[in-house]
């Protein structure tokens, strides 16, 4: 991550994928890539570390199509080394053509807050960094 400035939430593999597609921007795999029209929820938690002392915020938002999206931000806060905490919500967004796109953002105010996965140790699965889950929306 870069301290103060804009990191984009990667995705690494896929589990299940119905319209939804995980695109790259060229560089890695960030955009939540919409195959048809229409009102979506995504949903999303991420773990988020701090790897040093004193205590810092995670700003995260939600860009469309390469544009940050007004009143999408949360900040969250983690306060000492090892500490950890799960931000999760979830957004109501519209694709009004097929192919629109969302990334997730985020930004921190030390360069020792990540998003970090953790390997599977005894009976614990491994933690991911990140999970994501899109639904269409609809009646």
């Known amino acids: 991550p870069v ?4 990191n984009l939430m990667i995705f690494g593999s896929t ?19 919409l ?5 979506y929820n995504i949903q999303f938690s ?5 790897l040093n002392a004193g205590n810092d915020n995670c700003f995260i938002y939600l860009k469309k199509n390469g544009v940050a999206v007004a009143a999408s931000a949360g900040d969250t806060r983690v306060a000492g ?5 799960m931000a999760s919500w979830n957004y109501v967004v519209s694709a ?9 953002a ?3 105010t030390d360069v020792n807050v990540i998003l ?17 889950t899109v639904v269409p929306v609809g009646a």
């Not at 195959?35 to 009102?39: N, S």
């Not at 991420?46 to 701090?50: D, E, V």
């Not at 080394?81 to 905490?85: H, K």
């Open 3 to 6: 301290t103060n400035a804009e």
């Open 15 to 33: 589990d299940i994928a119905q319209g939804v597609s995980i695109v790259t921007n060229g560089t890695a795999l960030t955009r939540i890539t």
């Open 35 to 39: 195959a048809r029209a229409g009102v």
């Open 46 to 50: 991420a773990q988020i570390a701090k």
């Open 81 to 85: 080394n090892g500490d950890r905490i």
């Open 96 to 104: 009004v053509v097929p192919g629109d796109y969302y990334e997730l």
């Open 106 to 108: 985020w930004a921190s």
């Open 116 to 132: 970090q996965a953790v390997a599977a140790a005894g009976v614990v699965p491994s933690i991911p960094s990140i999970i994501l």
